[in-house]
Protein backbone atom coordinates (compact mmCIF):
# COMPACT_ATOMS: atom_id res chain seq x y z
CA UNK A 1 0.00 0.00 0.00
CA UNK A 2 1.51 3.63 -0.80
CA UNK A 3 1.44 5.78 1.75
CA UNK A 4 3.18 9.48 2.56
CA UNK A 5 3.84 10.89 5.89
CA UNK A 6 2.85 14.29 6.98
CA UNK A 7 4.70 15.72 9.53
CA UNK A 8 2.79 18.32 12.35
CA UNK A 9 4.30 21.94 11.86
CA UNK A 10 4.37 21.98 15.92
CA UNK A 11 5.99 19.62 18.50
CA UNK A 12 6.16 19.58 22.17
CA UNK A 13 9.32 20.40 23.72
CA UNK A 14 12.00 17.75 23.34
CA UNK A 15 10.17 15.09 21.18
CA UNK A 16 9.31 14.12 17.76
CA UNK A 17 6.10 15.75 15.71
CA UNK A 18 3.25 13.75 15.49
CA UNK A 19 2.95 12.06 12.74
CA UNK A 20 0.11 12.01 10.08
CA UNK A 21 0.37 9.07 7.53
CA UNK A 22 -2.11 8.64 4.63
CA UNK A 23 -2.12 5.59 3.08
CA UNK A 24 -4.07 3.80 0.32
CA UNK A 25 -5.10 0.65 -2.11
CA UNK A 26 -7.04 0.15 -5.18
CA UNK A 27 -7.80 -3.11 -3.95
CA UNK A 28 -9.77 -3.47 -2.18
CA UNK A 29 -10.53 0.24 -2.90
CA UNK A 30 -10.09 2.51 0.52
CA UNK A 31 -8.29 5.33 1.85
CA UNK A 32 -6.48 4.86 5.58
CA UNK A 33 -5.06 7.76 7.42
CA UNK A 34 -3.65 7.23 10.43
CA UNK A 35 -2.62 9.87 13.21
CA UNK A 36 0.66 8.61 15.39
CA UNK A 37 2.07 10.07 18.37
CA UNK A 38 5.87 10.11 18.86
CA UNK A 39 7.26 7.84 21.65
CA UNK A 40 9.58 8.96 24.09
CA UNK A 41 12.94 7.68 23.91
CA UNK A 42 12.75 5.19 26.74
CA UNK A 43 15.43 5.76 29.65
CA UNK A 44 16.10 3.38 32.42
CA UNK A 45 14.87 3.00 35.16
CA UNK A 46 11.51 4.89 33.89
CA UNK A 47 7.88 3.93 32.97
CA UNK A 48 6.21 5.17 29.84
CA UNK A 49 3.35 7.24 29.99
CA UNK A 50 0.79 4.09 29.83
CA UNK A 51 2.60 2.74 32.46
CA UNK A 52 2.57 5.97 34.09
CA UNK A 53 -1.32 6.41 33.96
CA UNK A 54 -2.43 2.90 34.96
CA UNK A 55 0.35 2.91 38.04
CA UNK A 56 -0.77 6.46 39.16
CA UNK A 57 -5.09 5.57 38.58
CA UNK A 58 -5.90 3.79 41.56
CA UNK A 59 -9.42 4.99 41.95
CA UNK A 60 -11.62 1.90 41.71
CA UNK A 61 -13.17 3.64 39.31
CA UNK A 62 -10.63 2.97 36.86
CA UNK A 63 -10.32 -0.39 36.92
CA UNK A 64 -12.17 -3.20 36.07
CA UNK A 65 -15.19 -3.24 33.52
CA UNK A 66 -16.58 0.62 34.25
CA UNK A 67 -16.58 3.21 31.20
CA UNK A 68 -13.40 4.54 33.00
CA UNK A 69 -11.20 2.10 32.54
CA UNK A 70 -12.75 1.45 29.21
CA UNK A 71 -12.25 4.75 28.34
CA UNK A 72 -8.76 4.51 30.11
CA UNK A 73 -7.59 2.29 28.05
CA UNK A 74 -8.78 3.68 24.49
CA UNK A 75 -6.88 7.01 25.36
CA UNK A 76 -3.75 4.12 26.29
CA UNK A 77 -3.90 2.37 22.92
CA UNK A 78 -4.05 5.52 20.85
CA UNK A 79 -1.16 7.28 22.70
CA UNK A 80 0.60 3.76 21.84
CA UNK A 81 -0.59 2.76 18.51
CA UNK A 82 -1.98 6.06 16.47
CA UNK A 83 -5.57 6.51 15.63
CA UNK A 84 -6.82 4.83 12.48
CA UNK A 85 -9.36 6.34 9.95
CA UNK A 86 -10.42 4.25 6.57
CA UNK A 87 -12.93 6.36 3.95
CA UNK A 88 -14.80 5.78 1.44
CA UNK A 89 -14.54 7.98 -2.10
CA UNK A 90 -17.05 9.96 -0.43
CA UNK A 91 -15.38 10.42 2.83
CA UNK A 92 -12.48 11.83 1.32
CA UNK A 93 -13.74 14.29 -0.84
CA UNK A 94 -15.32 15.04 1.93
CA UNK A 95 -12.19 15.52 3.62
CA UNK A 96 -10.59 17.52 1.07
CA UNK A 97 -12.99 20.35 0.84
CA UNK A 98 -13.21 20.97 4.61
CA UNK A 99 -9.50 21.26 4.71
CA UNK A 100 -9.60 23.30 1.71
CA UNK A 101 -12.27 25.43 3.84
CA UNK A 102 -9.91 25.29 6.69
CA UNK A 103 -6.75 26.17 4.91
CA UNK A 104 -8.23 29.51 3.16
CA UNK A 105 -9.61 30.52 6.74
CA UNK A 106 -6.80 30.23 8.23
CA UNK A 107 -4.30 31.31 6.04
CA UNK A 108 -6.48 32.88 3.01
CA UNK A 109 -7.37 31.80 -0.02
CA UNK A 110 -4.85 30.74 -3.19
CA UNK A 111 -4.50 33.03 -5.84
Known amino acids: MPKEII ?8 SEPVRTVVGWSREPGHVEIAVQFP ?12 EMLRAELTDPKWSGDSNYAYTLNQMIAVYADGWYCHLDRAGVNRLIRTLRKARDAAYGADA
Open 7 to 14: HSSIAESN
Open 39 to 50: HPLPRPNTRTIP
